[in-house]
């Protein structure tokens, strides 16, 4: 059974950080772009970054540049994302996501991140 | 970034009915199109990927297609747990961007 677990949410002041992890079991985490996509609340999802197989790309939303940094460790079949410079409307879900142009496409469950002060 | 236009936003149907949403793509994407269906509280469950290809225990009501820009998922017969809003996202080009979604009421 895939799964994908995320972790490190919670409640952070404006200008604070957080960092969420993600670990994939069931299926060849190497071989999947991994992706972080958030939903705030009332609002359709939206991508957040996405790295390479190999951790040699990386890509993120303008809104997230410069903030947040998107990192993996494949031994350990794990998903990272740094959260620096948070602002409220950062607050969502955050969930992580692993896409195959051939394998198909799993989701996490996801996690809160809320950012008030 | 690729603007996916979703349609319509809502629809009304009745147990048994064929539903039909469509994704336009602002530019070609292939079939780098994938499908999502969320219920309240919920995340986001990946129904179709690859435009086509039916996910791992999705039923097979469900199924995609593709033509040109335009995407289309259908439920064949509409069966009360398919009450949820549907998602569609483009995931050949960064920014990955996703439909502005359809609510699917029964």
């Known amino acids: 059974e895939v799964q994908l677990v995320e972790s490190g949410g919670g409640w952070v002041q404006p200008g604070g950080s957080l960092r969420l992890s993600c670990v994939g079991s069931?299926?060849?985490?190497?071989?999947?772009?991994m992706n972080w996509v958030r939903q705030a609340p009332g609002r359709g999802p939206e991508w957040v970054a996405n790295i390479k197989p190999d951790g040699n790309e990386k890509n993120y939303v303008d809104s997230v540049k410069g903030r947040f940094i998107i990192s993996r460790d494949n031994p350990k079949n794990s998903l990272y994302l740094q959260m620096n410079s948070l602002r409220a409307e950062d607050t969502a879900v955050y969930y992580c996501?692993?896409?195959?142009?051939?394998?198909?496409?799993?989701w996490g469950q996801g996690t809160l991140v809320t950012v008030s002060s | 970034d690729i603007q996916m236009t979703q349609s319509p936003s809502s629809l009304s149907a009745s147990v048994g009915d064929r539903v039909t949403i469509t994704c336009r793509a602002s530019?070609?994407?292939?079939?780098?199109l994938a499908w999502f269906q969320q219920k309240p509280g919920k995340a986001p469950k990946p129904l179709i990927s690859?435009?086509?290809s039916l996910q791992s225990g999705v039923p097979s009501r469900f199924s995609g297609s593709a033509s040109g820009t335009d995407f289309i998922l259908t439920i064949s017969s509409l069966q009360p747990e398919d009450s949820a809003t549907y998602y569609c996202q483009q995931y050949i080009y960064n920014p990955f961007t996703f439909g502005g979604g359809t609510k699917v009421e029964i």
């Open positions: 069931g299926f060849t985490f190497s071989n999947y772009w």
């Open positions: 530019q070609g994407i292939s079939n780098y």
């Open positions: 690859a435009a086509y």
């Open positions: 996501a692993a896409y195959s142009s051939t394998q198909g496409i799993y």
